[in-house]
């Protein structure tokens, strides 16, 4: 194990034994959490943030620096004062492809100036109701947050799964919401381009299957299940020699994982160094490409609604698995001598993620609950085929799914999961970031909001959940002081105020 780097440490817990009182509370320092609590600051509200890490700005601080943003003309208010920041960092106007430490100061900026406290290693344990009403809620270690509105940015839904909001898990069928894209999807891209066995010992069924492969092949195309899609790492990594760590050996290095990745790269397959990103500090983003990378793919189904040990134990498993692969790239002997020299070219950064030799603290976590609320947002308003009337903010990227597992057919190993189609701007409703009517009145849910598993795929994106956690705590500090519920606030007195604050609300196809 890395030092310092886990999901969930109680040791790192320290008890607290006071009761906070908030406007209101923000559970999940994430990027959104962190636009939710700057936008309260600015409306007048006391603001408290509540992180699981002891990091804030999720994925945007943790690696994810080749920013994924469609199109760039939807991103308004806070979200694109962030990446101005960033620019102002450079020298430049606005910048979208950044290092991970310069994008985590930028957040402390923003927290710092506009004066919110944020407690670290805090993980939800309860939650209090009256009636519709939540009216605290309890943390391991002691702490207790009294407020009248909160707000859940996390990645996962936690404490909107508390609050007894109902919620969705996996992948409708495409029959549920008269989708194409949805459930059960075998395609080209992210596939195996070439045949390749998925024995343990090559030809023989009876020897078993590789590791992360199932047995079964799917049901037909469209069909819905509890799959997740694939969960990775976004690794910094350099060539420049005197800020480069070489990749380290795990402790417990299982050759027997990467099996099924030297029999593809013998086919010939040589698309090893796609997703290289470039960014600034002469580093990359490297993300996943191609049917093997650094998703583990299939091994994050119990992420969603597992306890805390459980995350602690798939989070362990995918830094080994990840760890691993980059080891088995630059000393393998199955790996061509050509790609083991030039990865072995590349490695860790000394500058980036101190704490923990390098390697990122955050987990990609691409989905995990959704929220099913009185609307839906579904592949019809990614297509334009269906529109909303009170849109608080905008979504542009692709239709964008990663892979949910690997299977067996006509005696090769497939893919099946990645999808990834094209959009034009569209709207976001607002009744997708509240919850229905009679089920909690005052949260807010701009992270895990209410989508199809492939709209949510458009719309998961890291710019775009900044925008809806700005939106998110306007909509709470108008319900606070119009003193209605989230459900019962008027569209029309929001959307003054976004645009007065610079979010992008329409788009002119």
């Not at 009248?148 to 069928?173: H, I, N, P, Q």
């Not at 980036?352 to 989905?367: A, M, N, P, V």
């Not at 034009?424 to 199809?452: D, F, H, Q």
Request: charged share 25%; hydrophobic share 35%.
């Amino acid at each position: 194990m890395i030092p310092n780097l886990y999901y969930y440490n109680p040791n790192a817990i320290k008890p607290m034994t006071q009761t906070l009182q908030a406007d209101i509370c923000i559970y999940g320092g994430t990027s959104a959490g962190v636009a939710a609590a700057v936008q309260a600051s600015r409306m007048g509200k006391q603001a408290v943030v509540l992180e699981p890490s002891g990091h804030i700005g999720g994925l945007s601080a943790g690696g994810l620096g080749c920013t994924d943003f469609g199109n760039k003309d939807v991103i308004g208010g806070i979200s694109r004062e962030f990446y101005r920041r960033v620019g102002q960092k450079y020298g430049v106007a606005e910048e979208w492809h950044f290092e991970p430490h310069v994008a985590e100061q930028v957040f402390h900026d923003l927290m710092d100036e506009a004066k919110v406290p944020v407690y670290y290693h805090q993980f939800l344990q309860a939650v209090e109701k009256n009636g519709l009403r939540i009216t605290a809620i309890k943390l391991q270690g002691g702490l207790t947050v009294r407020a009248k509105m909160f707000v859940d940015a996390s990645y996962e839904g936690d404490l909107m799964a508390k609050a007894g909001v109902t919620y969705d898990v996996g992948r409708e069928s495409n029959a549920t919401y008269g989708e194409t894209l949805n459930g059960v999807q075998i395609r080209k891209l992210h596939q195996f381009d070439f045949p390749v066995d998925p024995y343990i010992k090559e030809g023989d069924p009876t020897s078993g299957l590789l590791p992360g492969i199932n047995a079964d092949a799917p049901p037909e195309q469209g069909t819905g299940d509890k799959r997740i899609q694939a969960y990775n790492f976004r690794l910094c990594l350099t060539k420049e020699l005197e800020n480069r760590i070489p990749f380290p050996k795990p402790e417990n290095y299982d050759p027997q994982q990467y099996v099924l990745l030297a029999r593809y790269l013998a086919t010939g397959w040589n698309e090893v160094f796609r997703k290289f990103d470039p960014i600034r500090g002469h580093k990359v983003d490297k993300n996943n490409h191609g049917a093997i990378s650094t998703d583990f793919i299939g091994m994050n189904y119990q992420w969603p609604e597992g306890d805390y040990a459980t995350r602690e134990r798939i989070f362990q498993q995918h830094v080994a698995y990840t760890q691993g692969l980059m080891w088995f790239m630059g000393n393998d002997p199955s790996v061509p001598q050509a790609i083991r020299d030039e990865w072995n070219q590349w490695g860790l950064c000394k500058d980036e993620f101190t704490e923990t030799g390098g390697w990122s603290h955050q987990l990609y976590i691409r989905e995990a609950r959704r929220m099913k609320s009185d609307y839906v947002m579904t592949e019809h308003n990614c297509r334009g085929e269906a529109q909303v009337e009170d849109a608080v903010g905008l979504g542009s990227y692709n239709m964008d799914s990663h892979n949910c597992q690997r299977f067996v057919k006509d005696g090769r190993v497939w893919n099946e999961g990645d999808v990834q189609i094209g959009v034009k701007p569209y709207g976001i409703s607002y009744r997708a970031i509240v919850p229905k009517r009679g089920e909690c009145e005052n949260l807010i849910i701009p992270v895990c909001l209410s989508s199809s598993h492939i709209a949510y795929g458009s719309i998961r994106m890291e710019p775009v959940f900044m925008v809806l956690g700005q939106s998110a705590a306007t909509a709470a500090a108008l319900a606070l002081d119009r003193a209605v519920s989230v459900q019962e606030l008027r569209y029309d007195e929001l959307k003054k105020r976004l645009e007065q604050d610079q979010q992008v609300l329409a788009w002119a196809n």
